[in-house]
Structure formats: C-alpha cells, structure tokens
C-alpha cells in the first residue's frame, strides 16, 4: 500500500511538471499575456519624460494616467513612479489603458491594497495567481476587465501593470 501511494505522487509530481514546461513553452511572452494584461513591447523608461499621443508613451516620475483611464479604475498606490502609459496592447491590437509603474512594498501589501481598491470602486474580484514569480490579479466591472500583475524586482521594491480593456 505505502509503495502504490509513492507511485501516485511520482505521477502526479510528474503531470505537473510537464502541464508547467508545456504552458511556458506555450506562453512565450509569460503571465501577462495569460491573463491579457500589458505586453506592451514600446514600453521605455525615462527621467523626465512626458506624456505622448498615440498608441503608447511614458510618464516617469509622476502619477499621470494615460487618456481614456476610466474614473472608476484601481488608483496608484501612494508613492508611485509611472515608467509608461499605453492605449493599445501591440500584440493583440486589443485597445485599453495600460500603466506601469514601480513603488516600494511588499507583493502581499500590493495585493492587500488591490482588492480594496477593486471593491471600493464597484468591481468584481475574479481571482489571484501566481505565476512566474509575479503575483496577478483580476477583476470585472460591466463590458471590461483590469489586470494587474505584482513583481517584486528586488527586496522592497515592486513593479506593477495595471492595465483595463473590454472582456
């Protein structure tokens, strides 16, 4: 009995990490791309720059949202440092504002402060992951979706994506 019962975790140790190298080798672009989030491939970061027209453009050092945020949208976390604003997610042509920016904290207060934010703007808070190293969110409110993708780049300091589009 005790040897049948190894043999079942081997197996499903096994599955799970063929299902693991399979869905990596399938998503090549990563989490986003799972949960439709950012996959900006214009995103630059620089000092001073300013806000741009068109399909995407950076905002560093403020917290300036790109045109068509909606009122309704997550806010930024107190202390944020917008590195780019785009309109359109270039991969899918898929129209929706996207923000990125960097703060300082941790994955489980980000997420924490995610979820409030979703249930005091009126949306629904459809589920959490974490996938790749990074944490993501999601949530629906009407015809759209936000996404929100949590990555802690070094001890203390977190890059979030936060980007909205139609469901």
């Known amino acids: 009995m005790k040897s049948s019962s190894k043999q079942i975790w081997y197996v499903i140790g096994a599955l799970a990490v063929i299902l693991l190298v399979g869905w ?3 998503n090549r672009n990563g989490a ?10 214009q995103a630059t970061s620089t000092d001073d720059a300013t806000p741009t027209t068109g399909t995407g453009g950076t905002t560093a050092g403020t917290s300036k949202f790109p045109a068509g945020w909606p ?7 107190s202390g944020a440092k917008v590195t780019y604003t785009g309109q359109v997610d270039p991969k899918t042509n898929v129209a929706g504002p996207t923000v990125v920016y960097t703060v300082s904290g941790t994955p489980a207060t980000a997420v924490t ?3 409030s934010q979703f249930s005091r703007q009126g949306w629904t808070f459809r589920g959490q992951g974490n996938v790749l190293g990074s944490v993501q969110l999601a949530a629906t409110k009407d015809t759209r979706k936000v996404t929100v993708t949590i990555l802690e780049t070094r ?6 994506t936060v980007g909205i589009s139609k469901l």
């Open 71 to 77: 009122s309704d949208a997550p806010a930024l976390q």
């Open 155 to 160: 001890a203390g300091v977190l890059n979030v």
């Open 32 to 41: 986003n791309s799972f949960f439709g989030g950012n996959t900006d491939t």
């Open 113 to 115: 402060f995610f979820k």
């Open 24 to 26: 990596a080798l399938m």
